[in-house]
């Protein structure tokens, strides 16, 4: 990640948008610096200068200029490679269904998002995925604020582990596996596409970073459906 898309990104997760990730600082980018240094009560120079990168790095897990763990694309598909195996094959790499699970402990509490009375402190997740989606937890932790996490929809968990098959068919969901988690389902239902999905939206590009620096896949990022859910299987 360029200097130019972290400045962007960091915008983008404070809430004032610069439309693609693309490190390309045009009229949309000046605008958001300005606007972002005015709530800030910086001086309002339209510039990435040293006291407005300090604002925002306050809340982001890699400073610019910092190096990068290796990440896929920023606004276009993520990358496929990685540790994790395809569809096909995940009952030989994970083992049959709900087996060799454990809990992750969250680093912010979440929300049932079927019943938001119930707070949720822990996940069930397949053993082999627990460190690697609790370093994307801890990522979004550090990038987004309560408040910001409440506007995305990310405090409201819809589910992890859960024996069932894939919705019309015979297979089973990744879910069954316990290597998928969904988000504000609500807000991301399966058929709804951008700009729709709440988690299309420019603000969540941080979110999806973090899972893809996992190598995580995301059925929204790829294919424009189901934004609520990130899976740790290639498709």
């Given at each position: ?26 009229d949309k980018t000046i605008a958001a610096l300005k606007a972002f240094q005015r709530g800030q009560g910086l001086p ?137 988690i969904d988000f504000d389902p609500e807000r991301n239902q399966l058929r709804w596409k951008a700009p729709k999905a ?38």
């Amino acid at each position: 990640m360029t200097f130019e898309q972290w400045l962007q990104s960091r915008l983008t997760a404070h809430g004032y948008a610069c439309g693609l990730i693309d490190g390309d600082i045009g009229d949309k980018t000046i605008a958001a610096l300005k606007a972002f240094q005015r709530g800030q009560g910086l001086p309002v120079s339209g510039k990435g200068d040293a006291a407005t990168v300090e604002a925002l790095r306050r809340s982001s897990s890699n400073g610019p200029g910092q190096p990068e763990r290796p990440a896929s694309a920023v606004a276009g598909k993520p990358s496929l490679a990685g540790p994790w195996p395809h569809q096909n094959d995940v009952e030989r790499f994970y083992g049959p269904v709900g087996t060799s699970q454990g809990r992750l402990e969250l680093p912010f509490p979440m929300k049932l998002a079927w019943d938001k009375s119930q707070v949720v402190t822990r996940i069930t997740l397949h053993t082999k995925v627990i460190d690697s989606a609790g370093r994307a937890f801890a990522e979004i932790a550090e990038t987004y604020s309560e408040k910001e996490r409440v506007s995305l929809g990310l405090d409201l968990f819809g589910g992890s582990l859960n024996v069932r098959r894939m919705r019309g068919g015979s297979r089973y969901s990744m879910h069954a596996y316990g290597i998928a988690i969904d988000f504000d389902p609500e807000r991301n239902q399966l058929r709804w596409k951008a700009p729709k999905a709440r988690l299309s939206h420019p603000d969540a590009v941080p979110f999806w970073l973090a899972w893809e620096r996992e190598k995580w896949v995301s059925l929204g990022r790829d294919r424009d459906f189901d934004f609520m859910h990130v899976q740790a299987a290639r498709l």
